[in-house]
């Protein structure tokens, strides 16, 4: 798809209209969200709960006209809540609405060089001999069937390391260094970290400052709650006989707060502590699932200050995507109804075809009399064609015609 300027035209739609991956849009493609957005709203009640709880408490200790009392909760305790809570919701909203960094994927197979706007590790390389590859696995073009691409490249990376990128099927492009391709929103993301379900997207590039400042935000919410829902206990043991247990019994939704805030803090508390030690060490979700630098130096580790100010200094890199672009409407691939599917196969050094849906390897490659096969004329009139597995690897002889049965008096039938 080619984006243009202007007024629409015949054919023509705005780029988050036509677009492959799984999100959902809003507000007319400015705020994209992942195809489980609905976990939002379950995350916003998972928040706003226990600061609600908190305000009606402030808002009952001002309006009971025990003034003369010391009270833990009053106005500057109900000022922060509010304050506190509008931020962490705005962290999260910010976190699930933008986009994480998706790399826009081409409409066709990468062809020799890079294309416009297509960086370098994009750049195929022809079938020969020679072409030195990394990978076993070659990836054989549907459009261009004498054009091949290694399964994996290697890419020089800032303070000259060399890391390896890997070819997306689906995106028909390399995928830059630290990029992954997420199965649940369909699309290859910068510096991919994880799928968050709690915030319906991909945590990536750029939302993963916000995403951290949600998790932490909330961290200090549950231990704000905890310890002021304590205070409250201790407040009202005066008007028990001076009894703890008799000052909980009298304040049931403090008790309630302290237990949800304490279950609640393990979990978010946890999530943030992890993420402070990745990005003191540069590194990802994905990257440390995988233990990638165990065994080998972290080429993307600076220093612990270096890497924090990388993630909350650094400028915020735009989008790549113009979403709220008018396109041109998808062209065919030259070469047929079977290369307009811009399907590829994967072709390893002894050149057998390998199926990608089903795993599975047939020896031989294509048949040839498959090969001249008019797929739309036999999908028109309602034929379908079952191909058997055969023991032998070589195909049939188009050209043979059997032999007519013959009577025992020499007559044909």
Avoid at 166 to 186: E, M, V
Avoid at 271 to 283: A, K
Avoid at 293 to 308: F, Q, S, T
Wanted: proline share 8%; hydrophobic share 40%; net charge neutral.
């Amino acid at each position: 798809m080619q984006t243009t300027m202007g007024e629409p035209g015949p054919g023509r739609r705005r780029l988050y209209q036509v677009w492959r991956g799984s999100n959902k849009f809003l507000c007319g493609g400015r705020l994209i969200f992942g195809p489980d957005a609905g976990s939002l709203v379950l995350s916003t009640v998972l928040i706003a709960s226990p600061l609600v709880g908190l305000c009606f408490q402030c808002v009952t200790k001002l309006n009971s006209g025990t003034s003369g009392e010391k009270q833990a909760l009053g106005v500057p305790a109900l000022v922060a809540t509010i304050l506190l809570g509008l931020a962490d919701l705005a962290f999260l909203f910010m976190t699930s609405s933008r986009d994480p960094g998706i790399v826009p994927r081409n409409a066709r197979p990468p062809e020799r060089g890079a294309g416009d706007g297509e960086p370098a590790a994009a750049a195929a390389v022809e079938a020969d001999d020679d072409v030195a590859t990394p990978s076993a696995e070659w990836v054989l073009s549907a459009a261009n069937p004498h054009l091949r691409l290694p399964r994996t490249r290697d890419v020089a990376v800032a303070g000259g390391h060399v890391v390896r990128v890997k070819y997306c099927d689906t995106c028909l492009l390399y995928r830059p260094p630290r990029a992954s391709h997420c199965s649940i929103c369909n699309n290859c993301v910068q510096k991919f970290d994880h799928h968050c379900p709690w915030v319906g997207q991909c945590i990536g590039l750029r939302n993963y400052r916000f995403f951290f400042l949600f998790i932490s935000t909330s961290t200090f919410l549950c231990l704000y709650v905890f310890v002021l829902s304590w205070l409250n206990i201790a407040a009202q043991r005066g008007s028990h006989g001076g009894s703890l247990l008799r000052s909980m019994a009298g304040e049931p939704l403090s008790v309630v707060l302290i237990v949800y805030t304490f279950v609640s803090a393990w979990f978010v508390g946890g999530l943030t502590v992890f993420h402070i030690y990745l990005m003191s060490t540069n590194q990802t979700t994905y990257e440390n699932f995988r233990y990638r630098y165990d065994k080998k130096e972290n080429p993307y580790d600076r220093g612990v200050l270096a890497n924090i100010s990388e993630v909350f200094c650094a400028g915020m890199p735009p989008s790549m995507n113009r979403f709220r672009a008018w396109v041109e409407p998808p062209e065919p691939l030259d070469g047929g109804p079977l290369s307009s599917r811009n399907k590829i196969d994967l072709v390893g050094p002894d050149e057998k075809l390998v199926d990608l849906e089903t795993g599975h390897r047939h020896p031989g490659g294509v048949p040839a009399i498959l090969q001249g096969l008019h797929y739309a004329e036999m999908e028109k009139n309602g034929a379908s064609v079952h191909i058997k597995h055969r023991q032998s690897a070589e195909a049939p002889d188009p050209f043979f015609i059997p032999e007519a049965p013959r009577h025992d008096d020499g007559e044909v039938e």
